[in-house]
């Protein structure tokens, strides 16, 4: 394990320090709200269309794959929404709390962490579980939000999941990269020199916006951010590996991978949507700080045993 933990510890040295220029107010919340937007719209989609662009549809497409991270996935999703309910929690509440409890930080830590120590095999399985993560469970708090709150489903919500997927510039990047490599243009050298300059500020400012949003985030109903944390760092990778191994058979590495992805601490855009809505923020906030705390030894952890 300690050769892996020093190959991690420079991302987590790198939230870090985002982390103290946020609590120091180095790096106001002002500050962090902007780098998020450059690395979320600029500097990630740039990675994300530059590999995406160099994989064919076929090598990336695995169904047992994906069908394998959707059922561990719902699975612990089922567990944490029991829980809920028992626990006397709303429709929207719990929807939040459930989506804690599966929702990694795939995009802006498990991406630029996993191609680096993995290498660029590592982007097919990722790209298929942010996918999964955006379409699929994106859209399904979504729904539940406005169905506990309006007591009923309606056309409007599908057009508001419709728009938001289309405005989601991870998964624009993801489709025009793969229509790109589909199509089999080349890309010329002075747009793969901007793409890889551009795609090359992801990785340490993504880290860097972690730390920093974490700064702002206080360690309130810390029993709640303990569930969820072991819900996320424990439960999802254990029922995502037994999903993967033993009722998918998926090839080796790919397991590997979408294992070390459910192995993500809480992602921060749950926190952005729990506060859009106005449904348990503060939770929110506390079980991605607990959880990302946590994960520099239990993501550590995971990656030395699939490694």
């Known amino acids: 394990m300690l050769p892996i933990l020093l190959k991690t510890l420079p991302f987590f040295a790198l939230i870090g320090l985002g982390y103290w220029a946020g609590r120091t107010r180095f790096f106001t919340e002002e500050a962090t709200a902007y780098l998020t937007k450059f690395v979320f719209y600029f500097a990630l989609s740039a990675m994300i269309f530059r590999f995406a662009a160099n994989l064919e549809l076929a090598q990336v497409w695995d169904g047992r794959l994906v069908a394998a991270y959707l059922w561990g996935t719902a699975f612990v999703y089922g567990i944490a929404t029991m829980v809920g309910f028992l626990r006397g929690l709303d429709v929207q509440t719990n929807a939040v709390e459930a989506q804690c409890a599966v929702i990694g930080n795939a995009g802006f830590l498990g991406l630029p962490m996993l191609a680096l120590l993995f290498g ?37 919500i599908i057009k508001t999941i419709g728009i938001g997927l289309l405005k989601n510039p991870m998964i624009v990047a993801m489709a025009l990269g793969l229509m790109w490599s589909g199509f089999r243009i080349p890309i010329p050298d002075p747009m793969n020199d901007f793409l890889t300059i551009l795609g090359g500020a992801a990785t340490p400012g993504a880290l860097f916006a972690i730390g920093a949003s974490l700064a702002s985030k206080s360690a309130e109903r810390i029993q709640i951010a303990g569930w969820l944390s072991f819900c996320k760092l424990v439960l999802h990778p254990a029922f995502v590996a037994f999903s993967a191994i033993f009722l998918f058979n998926v090839e080796p590495f790919g397991a590997a991978m979408i294992i070390a992805c459910a192995a993500m601490p809480v992602a921060g855009n749950i926190y952005m949507l729990a506060q859009h809505y106005g449904v348990a923020p503060q939770r929110v906030s506390a079980a991605i700080l607990v959880s990302t705390t946590l994960s520099v030894a239990t993501l550590t952890a995971v990656i030395a045993w699939v490694s």
């Open 120 to 156: 660029p095999e590592a982007i097919g399985p990722v790209m298929l579980v942010l996918a999964t993560d955006l379409i699929v469970f994106s859209s399904l708090i979504v729904i539940l939000i406005t169905v506990g709150r309006d007591g009923r489903m309606s056309p409007a």
